[in-house]
């Protein structure tokens, strides 16, 4: 990974061409565009707003080309453009100017509640619009499979899932995006500054207007259960943004002797199989730090 980092940063043309092309090899492997958007982070937080600008437009040049060889249109380079270019783009500005990966994540998570507004206000009804893909892509599945115990019906799954698909999307937009901004950081503090990034991410402590807000948000969800689904949308995207502090306040535990890596092993086992309820617990482990600083008593402990 270290070689790539430097080959990019050696040249505009080799940072333009490798952004297109991971974007394309995307589509075959999704993990690629998290490299495609760590680039154009790495390119930004290092050279500034104007290459940053410069590398994206070209590689939208680029990838347009490759599409329209391919599908005989330009709408997936349109597509990467506004959903993972330019978000990365600004967020890596964000940080590049302010030094602060808690209002990074903040404005991260204002992304992420955009999207959702935005879905409410193009659709009318947006659980009745997800609830309609859903039945349509589950039910022949669903229909050949034993459904689990209390679960009387594929439409009672369908309207389950139809009620939170919104957050869900708006929260994994929010997740690929701090993704590939955490992997062009890392590249940074390897190559100008070893180490920089593990002591950044070890500290990141989630801001206290943003913890106040998630759990204005959680109060909501729970009062509006059912009757308000946007509650629940909102809800779901500053949990997320919540739960990354509180993934890092773990790794600090276990850095200064309050665990073994084991538990870390087992924490992201745990985030694959129980991902909803993972999250929620670091993201209230990540509140109560905001406001006791938990590091602190980490740290006495380990003296």
Request: hydrophobic fraction near 60%; aromatic fraction near 10%.
């Amino acid at each position: 990974m270290k070689a790539l980092a430097t080959f990019v940063t050696r040249g505009r043309i080799q940072a333009m061409v490798l952004t297109a092309i991971f974007a394309v090899l995307s589509l075959i492997l999704p993990p690629f565009s998290y490299v495609s958007g760590g680039i154009i982070a790495l390119i930004t937080l290092r050279k500034g707003a104007t290459e940053g600008l410069l590398i994206t437009g070209v590689a939208v040049l680029i990838m347009g080309a490759l599409s329209m060889m391919m599908f005989g249109q330009m709408a997936l380079a349109l597509a990467y453009l506004l959903v993972v270019w330019l978000p990365i783009l600004g967020l890596s500005l964000v940080l590049r100017r302010t030094v602060s990966l808690p209002l990074t994540l903040s404005v991260a998570g204002l992304l992420g509640i955009l999207v959702v507004l935005g879905i409410y206000a193009a659709l009318d009804d947006p659980v009745a619009w997800w609830r309609d893909i859903l039945t349509k892509f589950f039910s022949d599945a669903l229909s050949q499979t034993e459904l689990p115990e209390g679960i009387s019906s594929v439409a009672e799954i369908v309207d389950v899932m139809a009620q939170m698909m919104t957050g869900i999307i708006a929260s994994a937009f929010v997740v690929s995006l701090i993704f590939s901004l955490f992997l062009g950081r890392w590249w940074q503090a390897m190559l100008y500054n070893p180490g920089g990034f593990k002591q950044e991410f070890f500290s990141l402590r989630l801001d206290r207007t943003t913890a106040a807000l998630t759990v204005l948000f959680i109060v909501l969800a729970m009062v509006g259960s059912g009757s308000m689904p946007i509650a629940t949308d909102l809800m779901l995207v500053v949990v997320t943004i919540a739960g990354i502090p509180g993934l890092a306040l773990m790794h600090d535990w276990v850095a200064n002797g309050g665990g073994n890596v084991i538990f870390l092993v087992i924490l992201y086992v745990l985030l694959l199989f129980a991902m909803p309820q993972m999250t929620a617990a670091l993201a209230i482990s990540a509140v109560i730090d905001s406001w006791v600083d938990l590091r602190k008593y980490f740290k006495k402990s380990s003296v």
